[in-house]
């Protein structure tokens, strides 16, 4: 079935401040980009925390890896005293750092010590959210929501990276979304796996995982497809069969070496199979002992997909969560 991209075209107050009340109101504005000289960078900057209900946290986490993958990181908090964010379009201030941008660009501006950077992430795609409102409800007594706004799907990115004191001249291509709600995801979801493809003529986005049993053990499931600049099809007809499972060894959490994306959509089918390369990112002590835990990981992605009838063939590198 055709559906109306107008229906999902962002508005410039989607990407804004929403204010989530208490408990457990969050919100975080996130980038990553991977850059043609082999470095890349993930950011989130954070109002609220869903696991604690602290609504004073004010955070920002900035990862920079190098071609061989070191990772450089920093988490700064903040006063709320010291921090700005408005309610009509993306703009943050957290100290003397600066997320701010809409529809067809953004900007981050960030230091911590000898490492920052400074990023230009200019839309490649229309921004697209759920319609109405972005927002998707998962109880009323109490409200349990989750919003999610996908401002740049797929951008071009340039700038410069700081590493050591050292400024490192960087062109590549990002992704940048924006997720509010007043739910912990340990309420919410059970397991789940995010990605997307950069494909040559088009852009996938995925998220498929399993309710926990309070929810009934519900699936959870969004495949997202771009033709060029405009959205082609927003589905829930994906199923993910992950195998070889490895247990870390903090948390005794589960994940796959192989994760088969199965698509089966009458405007986009056929698989994606992802085999770790390597595992990027994985949880840390104090919550690494909670049973429940954050990976990244870096795949060798086959892909094999049928899109409104354009078949694609390629292998290529994916990092996903």
């Known amino acids: 079935m055709a559906i109306d991209p107008k229906l999902y075209e962002l508005d410039r107050i989607d990407d804004a401040f929403h204010g989530q009340p208490p408990p457990h109101g969050f919100e975080w504005w996130y980038f990553d980009a991977i850059f043609d000289n082999g470095y890349s960078m993930v950011t ?6 869903m696991e604690t209900a602290n609504l004073e946290y004010r955070l920002i986490v900035f990862s920079i890896y190098d071609p061989d993958g070191k990772k450089t990181d920093a988490g700064v908090e903040f006063p709320a005293s010291a921090v700005f964010a408005s309610t009509e379009t993306c703009d943050v201030k957290m100290g003397d750092n600066h ?34 409102d972005g927002v998707m409800h998962f109880g009323r007594e109490p409200d349990k929501y989750l919003g999610w706004a996908i401002a740049q799907p797929r951008a071009r990115v340039t700038g410069k990276l700081i590493l050591a004191g050292e400024e490192i001249l960087v062109n590549g291509v990002g992704y940048h979304d924006h997720n509010w709600g007043k739910v912990s ?26 309710m926990p049993e309070s929810l009934g053990y519900e699936k959870m499931a969004m495949l997202i497809a771009i033709k060029g600049e405009k ?16 247990v870390d060894e903090l948390t005794g959490t589960k ?18 199979i992802l085999r770790l390369r390597k595992l990027i990112e994985s949880p840390e002590p104090p919550r690494a002992s909670e049973g429940h835990g954050y990976f990244r990981f ?10 409104d009838g354009e078949k694609i063939e390629v292998e290529m590198p994916l990092v996903h969560e």
């Not at 494909?199 to 986005?205: E, F, K």
């Open 44 to 49: 989130s900057w954070h109002i609220g925390e």
């Open 99 to 132: 997320l701010h941008g809409e529809f067809p660009r953004h900007e981050i501006h960030f230091r911590s010590g000898d490492m920052g950077a400074d990023l230009i992430f200019e839309n490649l795609t229309q921004g697209i959210r759920p319609p109405p």
């Open 185 to 210: 995801l340990q309420e919410l979801l059970e397991h789940w796996y995010w990605g997307r493809l950069f494909l040559p003529n088009h852009t996938v986005i995925y998220a498929v995982g399993r």
């Open 231 to 246: 959205l082609l099809q927003w589905s829930s007809h994906i199923n993910a069969e992950p195998s070889g499972l490895e």
């Open 255 to 272: 994940y796959p070496r192989k994760l088969v994306l199965k698509m089966d959509d009458s405007r986009i089918n056929g698989e994606v």
């Open 298 to 307: 870096l795949s060798d992605c086959d892909v094999k997909l049928d899109v």
